[in-house]
């Protein structure tokens, strides 16, 4: 991890404000949500980007019935079907 070298404060109900350079280097808008890690004792702030309930997998995931899958466990999942 690459410091910034910028300082905010938590107000009161926990929130800090990502300068708006930080913002626009990783696209981050308005509305988007943001996962929270952590990882020792560092918290880390990504986007958020849907993984396969299955295998975890950030690729080429799709939304079915309110669940992520990606395109390869979609495919097993096919062959056991034709194999029942």
């Given amino acids: ?24 280097r990783y696209q981050m808008n308005e509305g988007d949500p943001v996962e929270i890690l952590v990882s020792g004792d560092h918290i880390i702030l990504e986007r958020y980007r849907p993984r396969c309930v299955f295998c975890g997998s950030m690729e080429m995931v799709s939304e079915f019935r309110e ?8 495919t097993e999942m096919n062959v056991l079907k034709e194999q029942a």
Avoid: N, T
């Avoid at 410091?3 to 626009?24: E, H, M, N, T």
């Fill in 1 to 24: 991890m690459k410091p910034v070298g910028v300082v905010r404060k938590v107000d009161q109900l926990g929130r800090i404000v990502l300068p708006k350079s930080l913002r626009k």
């Fill in 67 to 74: 669940r992520h899958v990606c395109a390869e466990c979609l």
